[in-house]
């Protein structure tokens, strides 16, 4: 069912400092600073040639990254991103084989644009997924 990899998301409490470390360091290319009030944070891509890094950064009260960051105080490997074809099907298949959506169980806009939903990591080894419909 999932498709490419569409990115890996990594939080940080510095975002200017992770874009730094990506572009100077690293000699990536990387997209302007967005805050998302929506999502509760504020995002940077890097751009690879076989996919993105998602750097994110919290933004207000209740970013759904504050917790992470409490248990990761260095930043870290947030979640990855795989695409699907059909995200209301990917739904109907994780509910059948038992998986776990978080919030309220139905896809939502995520922070590209495009409808997602995340898969809680106690089914995932750990790893935080989301599904994205390319
Ligand atoms: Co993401």
Do not use: W
């Not at 490997?77 to 074809?85: G, K, S």
């Amino acid at each position: 069912m999932i498709g490419r990899l569409n990115h890996v998301a990594i939080a940080t409490r510095d975002l200017a400092a992770a874009t730094r470390i990506y572009r100077d360091t690293l000699g990536a290319t990387v997209t302007g600073a967005v805050p998302q009030p929506d999502h509760g944070v504020t995002t940077v891509f890097v751009e690879l040639p076989n996919t993105k890094i998602e750097l994110l950064e919290p933004l207000g009260e209740n970013s759904p990254i504050a917790k992470f960051l409490q248990k990761n105080p260095g930043g870290g490997i947030h979640h990855v991103c795989y695409e699907v074809d059909d995200i209301h099907a990917a739904v109907k298949q994780m509910k059948e084989k038992g998986a776990t959506i978080t919030g309220s169980g139905e896809p939502r806009i995520g922070a590209h644009g495009k409808p997602v939903v995340f898969l809680h990591p106690k089914d995932f080894n750990g790893t935080l997924i989301e599904l994205e419909q390319a």
